[in-house]
């Protein structure tokens, strides 16, 4: 019995309307997102060497600012009001939000950047969004909804829990972060069918959407980072671990996450 299946019909229904609310608002922040995207923009470093622009700055204010009209009552903790110092004592219930996840392609103009928003409840991520903007491609799902992918081509449903393929894993790695080297030691002893590169959160919608069947991760992440793509691979049916098998949590102190693997495929 999966945990989608032990859901309340309330918290079923809840969770529904909550994201079919934010669909929009993070369309909105996409389209702040895109504006500056468009514009020949200014790159700033922060107090970790990490690139800002803008347009995280954009985006960051209309999310924040449409979740306190949507739930008052959940904090939420987002990347670039953390970097400044201004995190929210959280509980069991917040939300996690990077405006614009992948920073650096989108200084590179390579299309692969997103704006993640995810729901955590009890240390899971029970629901997220992550749209990709610059692709016209948006993921949502939801624990007991399942998973949705829009884009050109209109609306499916996503759901890629399966057997590892005959002719090999496909796996798919950080095109801009990672340590290659803890990668390759990962993956001896595993048949290996493809290896594919992606920016962003769409790492874990490629696992969500069957186009890849394992992301490794072997690099410092924070929980804005991955909680929104997480609850979208985790609606579908698949899940992320720590390296001792332990589901990923949030909430943890500082918001740094361990090294992990994102599955989509029984191992």
Not at 124 to 130: E, K, S
Not at 159 to 169: E, N
Not at 221 to 245: C, I, K, Q, Y
């Amino acid at each position: 019995m999966s945990p989608s299946s032990l859901v309340p019909p309330s918290k079923v229904e809840r969770r529904r309307d909550l994201l079919e609310q934010l669909l929009p608002l993070v369309r909105a922040a996409g389209e702040a997102v895109l504006e500056v995207y468009a514009s020949d923009f200014a790159v700033r470093g922060k107090a970790d060497a990490s690139p800002v622009t803008e347009a995280d700055e954009k985006a960051e204010a209309i999310i924040l600012r449409g979740l306190a009209q949507l739930a008052p009552d959940i904090p939420a903790v987002s990347e670039e009001a953390a970097a400044k110092g201004f995190v929210p004592d959280v509980d069991t219930t917040f939300w996690l939000v990077d405006p614009l996840d992948g920073t650096k392609e989108f200084v590179s103009r390579n299309g692969e950047f997103t704006v993640n928003v995810a729901l955590v409840e009890h240390g899971t991520p029970v629901l997220g969004v992550v749209l990709a903007p610059a692709l016209g491609r948006i993921y949502a799902g939801a624990e007991g909804v399942g998973s949705v992918v829009e884009g050109a081509c209109g609306s499916r449903s996503v759901s890629r829990v399966r057997a590892v393929p005959d002719h090999g894993l496909t796996v798919v790695s950080s095109r801009s972060h990672g340590d290659l080297a803890a990668l390759d030691r990962f993956l001896v002893g595993r048949k290996i069918a493809a290896s594919v590169n992606a920016g962003s959160s769409l790492k874990f919608c490629l696992v969500a959407s069957g186009q890849a069947d394992l992301y490794p991760r072997f690099g410092r992440t924070m929980e804005w980072d991955t909680a929104a793509g997480h609850a979208v691979l985790r609606a579908a049916g698949g899940w992320v671990a720590d390296l001792r098998g332990n589901e990923l949590g949030y909430g943890k102190p500082g918001f740094e996450n361990p090294h992990f693997v994102a599955f989509g495929v029984r191992v």
